[in-house]
């Protein structure tokens, strides 16, 4: 495990992956949203409003899937404590909760003029919104605190409350098949896609997209940590050599 | 090595125990969490006259009809079991309209007819070409559940 711990060995292998993520990112992004908002047909009920998904989608898979990585990162600092772990999760947490609040908005504006309304109560937007909370709690728990002077280590509460905090993601993921809902039950499931393949690709373009963008921007965070960590180090050896 | 195994089963077992707690938690806020009641529910007495409450479901087909005041409508929410008459004065969403879901706030009046004060539409997951939505059903690509 302690192989891979060494933040050179990270080092080496994220920065020439970064501009290949950003870069191949950014192009899917744009043919996907191209695509699908030029390409293909509106959708049968909704008409236009629907190609909204095309935003709406990545950002829920984002905004999970972040917290399902900075709960991992969690688990591995908590068990393994391993240096880079902590820097991952502090990396992902603020991009999570940008693609989770992404969601949120995107969410409210299909609603307004499908459902007729921007927001209700109903379980999966209230779970997300407890998601944006949890993300919010995370960042402020680990803003400015001893492990980001220590180089990055969460605390044991912090990556307790990440563990914790994962719990809500199958909630979210469950919650229109639990209750009784606004929101439509699950398009996309292991048995298949009620997304018509005529308007299902350019979602594939833009989920990819979305995701190596958001690999890029952890990678672009976690260098800009270990930077920090370098420059502090460097500083107090050369404090430590003048006091000498 | 010992501490880290350690670890690792502590953090694995209280992880069980707090997402054991997170299920037992959902599962007893089953019906409490529920956004709307359905028609099934308000027939087996779930519903009391006067209750604000809000009842989901589809509009049944051929049952809307516009009174007289050119502003109330009248139609059937049903969800396949049993089925609520609804009574709703204002503007309805774009996509209301029979065959497909509907969420209302309001309640139930001794008639037993549920009289809505808001009426919002639900769409269902299904997403595809309009081509398509015209066809006949039975031509149309399986819905999955």
Known sequence: MHAYANPTRFLAIAKPLTPWLLGVGLLLLLAGAWAGLTQVPG??????????????????WLGMGGWTSLAIAGLVQLVWRHPLAGIAAR?????????????????????????????????????????????????ALTSGDEGQRQGG???????IYALVGAINIPIINRSVVWWNSLHQGPSITLRGSSI???????????????????GAIVLMRMRRIIADNRVAARLRRLADDEGA | MKAKHQRLILALVALAGVGGAGVLAASALRDEAAYFRTPVEVSAGKAEVGEAMRLGGMVAKGSIVRQADGLTIRFVATDGKASVPV????????????????????RMRADGTFVADRILAKHDERYMPPQMGEMPKDM?????A
């Open chain 1, 43 to 60: 959708d049968y009920k909704q008409g236009e409003t629907a190609r909204i998904l095309y935003v709406h989608v990545p950002s829920a």
């Open chain 1, 153 to 159: 280590t969460l605390s044991r509460g912090a990556a």
């Open chain 1, 196 to 214: 018509d393949g005529a308007l299902l690709w350019p979602l594939g373009l833009t989920v990819l997209g979305f995701s190596l963008l958001f």
């Open chain 2, 87 to 106: 009574e709703y004065k204002g503007i309805v969403p774009d996509l209301f309209g029979e065959e497909s879901g509907m969420v209302a706030d309001g």
């Open chain 2, 140 to 144: 149309k690509a399986a819905p999955k």
């Open chain 1, 91 to 139: 990396a992902i947490a603020v991009p999570g909760m940008l693609f989770t609040a992404l969601c949120l908005a995107t969410g409210s504006i299909w609603g307004k003029p499908t459902w007729g309304t921007w927001w209700e109560w109903d379980g999966r937007m209230t779970s997300m919104l407890v998601l944006l909370f949890l993300y919010a709690g995370f960042i």
